[in-house]
C-alpha cells in the first residue's frame, strides 16, 4: 500500500517546472466524485493510483503533448 510519505518523497523528485502542473493534476484529482473512487479494482477492491489517474479528465490544445515545454514557459498559450 503507498503511504503519504512515499508519494511526498517521489513529489520531492518532481523538477520545479513541473510543480504547478503537477499541483493541477492533484487539485482535479480531488474534484472526482466519491462514485468514480469507489469503484473496486479487480484486485484488492480499491481502485489503483493508476485506475484514477486514466480518471481525470483534462482538456488542452491538440499538440499540448508535443509542445508541452513551450506551453509551461509560456511560449505558446492556449486560446480560449
Same mark, same amino acid.
Given at each position: 500500500?503507498?503511504?503519504? $510519505?512515499?508519494?511526498?518523497?517521489?513529489?520531492?523528485?518532481?523538477?520545479? %517546472?513541473?510543480?504547478?502542473?503537477?499541483? =493541477?493534476?492533484? *487539485? #482535479? &484529482? *480531488? #474534484? !472526482? +466524485?466519491?462514485?468514480? !473512487?469507489?469503484? +473496486?479494482?479487480?484486485? /484488492? @477492491? %480499491?481502485?489503483?493510483?493508476?485506475?484514477? !489517474?486514466?480518471?481525470?479528465?483534462?482538456?488542452? +490544445? +491538440? /499538440?499540448?503533448? $508535443? =509542445? &508541452?515545454?513551450?506551453?509551461? @514557459?509560456?511560449?505558446?498559450?492556449?486560446? $480560449?
Amino acid at each position: 500500500m503507498m503511504t503519504r $510519505e512515499a508519494v511526498k518523497s517521489e513529489i520531492d523528485l518532481v523538477e520545479e %517546472r513541473y510543480l504547478e502542473v503537477l499541483r =493541477n493534476i492533484i *487539485q #482535479q &484529482f *480531488q #474534484q !472526482l +466524485p466519491v462514485a468514480v !473512487l469507489s469503484v +473496486p479494482s479487480t484486485t /484488492d @477492491n %480499491r481502485l489503483s493510483l493508476m485506475d484514477k !489517474l486514466l480518471s481525470v479528465k483534462l482538456s488542452g +490544445p +491538440p /499538440d499540448l503533448a $508535443e =509542445n &508541452f515545454d513551450a506551453y509551461l @514557459n509560456e511560449e505558446k498559450r492556449i486560446e $480560449e
